[in-house]
């Protein structure tokens, strides 16, 4: 029996999918997996029995994920599963961005009361709406992963001209990204040519303040911004004094931030990319899915801290170790298994950054735990039987 904490609300429909073997709570001493969604662990003792936490959402800045490697805890999270809903709320964002929507809403509500007046009033006072449309406008997309292919792609469809950037694009999101949108190898080429930026990359040291006082000097006048990935991505006090001079004509993010709530030209959204009973569903099957397989089986899909490895079971006994990603250490662990009398069948190891992960299936039940684990740089040792 696997024991699984939820720290949020999981859909019903991807706590089925772990079964029968799997008692699942809000509440849990000694859990073998946790199921999370916004929750923050940073503060969380992570008890020793504790294997996996898998993020139903593709941002993971709520997990210790530094802790939980020291710790040989396998952190997942759910990518692409969430993409579709943000796309559409992207798209959502450069219409309402583009004409003065909600301006026009709030205002047509004013006219309430004034009766056969009304009418007259609205084609009096429309005009303060205007904007532009976005067919036939340039539109540059940062970051072409799950979301920012679907972005690029829905944007060629309503007839725009996309230019697209990543240096990291993988073989999936090339393949998935549609002929009509232009791959750009310098940044700067969305800068100066682009009617409107969306950025969909992920937050770290080198993409912390992407959009700032230089690259927003680069840009087009009357240019928008659009930012469904993390706050920090752009440089509020930037950002706010380029559309007070009207170099940006309108920034639309999903993150309120004291500073920008409020300001003129700012659309803030209450975090509402995931929030579609759609995309609930599908994180979370994808999350119980990848804490089930690395339980029962110790293959590794979609983690944010350790390789993907997937090796097709061989024998009835399996270690699985999480280790430093040092040179010698594989070898010690193998002649460890020959120093108990067990025979590796089957092997595989790979690594990501300072730690490595190898799964060996061995031809005997012989118990080897103790000896791998006082290895140095073995971080932990798990048998699935």
């Not at 002649?335 to 190891?349: L, P, R, T, V, Y």
């Amino acid at each position: 029996m696997y024991n699984i904490l939820t720290l949020n609300k999981i859909a019903k429909i991807g706590l089925d999918k772990l079964g029968d073997n799997y008692a699942v709570a809000d509440d849990m001493a000694n859990p073998d997996a946790v199921l999370v969604r916004s929750a923050a662990m940073h503060d969380m003792e992570l008890p020793e029995s504790l294997l996996a936490i898998a993020r139903a959402g593709a941002g993971t800045n709520n997990i210790p994920i530094d802790k939980c490697s020291q710790q040989g805890i396998v952190v997942f999270n759910t990518p692409g599963a969430n993409a579709n809903a943000v796309k559409e709320l992207v798209i959502a964002g450069m219409l309402i961005s583009s004409r003065d929507v909600i301006g026009g809403i709030k205002w047509a509500e004013t006219l309430k009361g004034n009766g056969d007046q009304v009418g007259k009033m609205v084609e009096k006072g429309k005009s303060q709406f205007v904007g532009p449309e976005i067919m036939g406008k340039k539109l540059g997309v940062i970051g072409l992963g799950a979301i920012g292919v679907l972005v690029a792609n829905a944007a060629t469809a309503l007839g725009m001209e996309v230019l697209g950037y990543d240096p990291f694009i993988s073989v999936d999101g090339a393949w998935g990204l549609s002929r009509d949108v232009k791959h750009v190898i310098n940044l700067d080429d969305i800068f100066t040519q682009c009617d409107y930026i969306t950025v969909h990359v992920p937050l770290t040291p080198d993409t912390k303040n992407l959009v700032n006082k230089d690259s927003i000097a680069k840009m087009k006048s009357n240019v928008r911004i659009l930012n469904f990935s993390r706050d920090a991505l752009v440089d509020s006090a930037a950002l706010i004094a380029a559309l007070k001079d009207g170099k940006i004509a309108g920034y639309v993010t999903d993150f309120a931030t004291d500073d920008i709530i409020g300001e003129k030209g700012v659309i803030v959204l209450p975090h509402l990319g995931a929030s579609t009973p759609e995309s609930e569903e599908n994180c979370a099957v994808m999350a119980a899915q990848e804490v089930k397989s690395y339980l029962e089986t110790g293959s590794i899909k979609n983690s944010v801290n350790l390789p993907n490895l997937d090796m097709p079971r061989t024998t009835a006994t399996r270690y699985c170790v999480i280790h430093s990603n040092v040179p010698t250490i594989l070898n010690q662990i193998c002649a460890k298994f020959a120093d108990c009398g067990a025979n590796i069948e089957n092997m595989e190891s790979k690594s990501r950054g300072d730690y490595a992960y190898s799964v060996l299936d061995t031809s005997s039940d012989v118990e080897c735990i103790e000896q791998i684990k006082a290895i140095e740089g073995v971080i932990r040792v798990r048998v699935i039987k």
